[in-house]
């Protein structure tokens, strides 16, 4: 991918002003586009401009979970974006990236465009946004039970 004008959804939940789907998307560039800041900072910047989205103000997390590694950090992370899309959480998940990719041994090379299905390292990023998935919806299953 090259960039957020590849997200078709994207440009309709910026459109149609749908802002949990718009910081899902976003959240998800985060890996799709391999960490690259500028471009999903020109994403972010995009969803500014034509929606009512901005960054919230940041509430810190307490996860009730260990996260021992960095991928576990990252991951953690990523999924609370969804419920709280600060500034200094979208800059804690830039941080952990390429800690989490050093760590998983995934190449962070922005302009290496392989094929998803043919990359063992883009397989363990389908993991990862899958764990980031299970989490998130855990999170939000915990919340709504609450």
């Known amino acids: 991918m090259k960039d957020y004008k590849d997200f078709t959804n994207f440009a309709g939940y910026v459109r149609d002003n749908l802002l949990f789907d718009i910081k ?13 800041r500028q471009k999903i900072d020109d994403a972010i910047e995009y969803a500014k401009t034509n929606s009512d989205f901005d960054f919230e103000i940041h509430q810190p997390s307490h996860p009730n979970i260990p996260l021992d590694t960095d991928e576990d950090k990252f991951v953690y992370e990523k999924g609370e974006l969804l419920a709280n899309f600060s500034k200094e959480r979208l800059d804690e998940v830039f941080r952990l990236y390429p800690l989490m990719c050093k760590e998983k041994n995934i190449s962070q090379d922005p302009n290496d465009d392989n094929d998803i299905s043919n990359s063992t390292n883009n397989n ?19 919340q709504l039970f609450k």
């Not at 899902?24 to 690259?36: A, C, F, P, Y």
Request: hydrophobic share 55%.
């Open 24 to 36: 899902l998307e976003l959240t998800n560039m985060v890996i799709l586009l391999k960490g690259n």
């Open 124 to 142: 363990i990023i389908k993991n990862v946004a899958i764990g980031a998935g299970v989490v998130v919806g855990s999170y939000l299953l915990y």
